[in-house]
């Protein structure tokens, strides 16, 4: 039997969608049904230079396959260009139901040494875009009743790494963001979930590997196909997610993931109130069984990709 079509009559907006993750999210969408708008400002992963190549090639990509496509080059990180990339979708296909914020660069460096810059230009197209994006989007979503949003998210934030302040920074806000859309959107009909992804892309291959160690490790990470968390994105901008809405997923090769959100883990009492000292003395030895290591990603997924 034909599998059914999700998105069909759907208008989406993927960024990011010239390479990597987002290329595969624009296929599989088309292949549900959606009108898809490409947009990327086909950059390099440090998010230098721009080329109007891969929004393109995508877009000629899903044409020759029968979908329904168009090429959008414009920036996520500014504000006017990130309006003209929910225009597109409006001027060429007269709607918007889903917005996919995938775009994303990398500038990793230790704390002590990233410069402003680095850390500007990672929170410029993460999070700010991020946010550009959706709320040029929000208002057709609230005027119609319906509309969803997916956020690409990190365990880079959620749990860790070295070198990525401004990354895990921008990845966690991206978390805040959407569950602030989520709260004050439901109203509306309007969802708003993310997706930790693990894929092999340029991205991940511009991981150092030095020792074999590493690199043995790095061979393993290669079967973690972007295209395997494309069905996640196009079920979370279907219908049948319709009560879906404030979640974080991950995506890793065949395995599914549902991440806890923060709750208080243990609380203290102290009858008159805390000092310094009495902290010392009795909170803290009270709640360092709970306390969390210096975990990182790989630490807590410590399991090859399955
Ligand atoms: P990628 O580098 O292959 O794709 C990112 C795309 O975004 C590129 O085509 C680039 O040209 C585009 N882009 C960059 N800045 C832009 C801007 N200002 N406006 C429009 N487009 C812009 O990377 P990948 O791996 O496919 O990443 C996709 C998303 O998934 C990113 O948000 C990334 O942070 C996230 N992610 C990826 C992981 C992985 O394992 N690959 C892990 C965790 C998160």
């Given amino acids: ?46 998010g230098e230079g721009k080329d109007v190549g891969p929004a393109q090639r995508v877009v000629d990509e899903i044409k020759a396959k029968g979908g329904t496509a168009v090429a959008s080059t414009d920036s996520v990180s500014d504000w006017e260009s990130a309006n003209r990339i929910i225009s597109c979708a409006l001027d060429v296909y007269g709607r918007i139901d889903g917005v996919v914020n995938n775009a994303g660069i990398l500038r990793d460096r230790f704390f002590f040494k990233m410069s402003v810059e680095e850390w500007k230009a990672v929170i410029d197209v993460h999070l700010n875009g991020s946010f550009f994006v959706s709320r040029a989007a929000v208002n057709y979503f609230r005027d119609q009743g319906s509309g969803a949003y997916v956020h690409m998210t990190s365990t880079s934030g959620l749990i860790g790494n070295f070198g990525q302040a401004n990354y895990a920074a921008a990845k966690l806000g991206i978390i805040g963001l959407s569950k602030s859309i989520a709260l004050d959107l439901a109203k509306y009909h309007v969802r708003s979930n993310c997706i930790a992804p693990f894929a092999w892309s340029r991205m991940i291959g511009t991981i150092p590997a030095d020792s074999d160690e590493q690199k043995a490790r790095l061979e393993k990470l290669k ?17 049948a997610a319709k009560d879906v809405t404030g979640q974080i997923f991950g995506v890793r090769a065949n395995e599914l993931f549902l991440f806890s959100q923060n709750r208080p883990l243990r609380s203290v009492h102290r009858a008159g109130g805390w000092t310094p000292q009495a902290i010392a003395d009795q909170a803290i030895p009270a709640m360092r069984a709970h306390f969390y290591p210096l975990d990182r990603s790989q630490d807590v997924f410590s399991w090859d990709p399955i």
């Fill in 1 to 46: 039997m034909a599998q059914a079509k999700m998105l069909e009559g759907k208008v989406v907006v993927v960024t990011g969608a010239g390479g990597g993750i987002g290329r595969d999210f624009a296929h599989a969408m088309a292949e549900h049904g959606a009108k898809v708008v490409v947009n990327d400002l086909g950059t390099s992963v440090a």
């Fill in 223 to 239: 079967v973690m196909e972007t295209a395997k968390i494309a069905p996640m994105a196009v079920y979370l901008l279907s219908d």
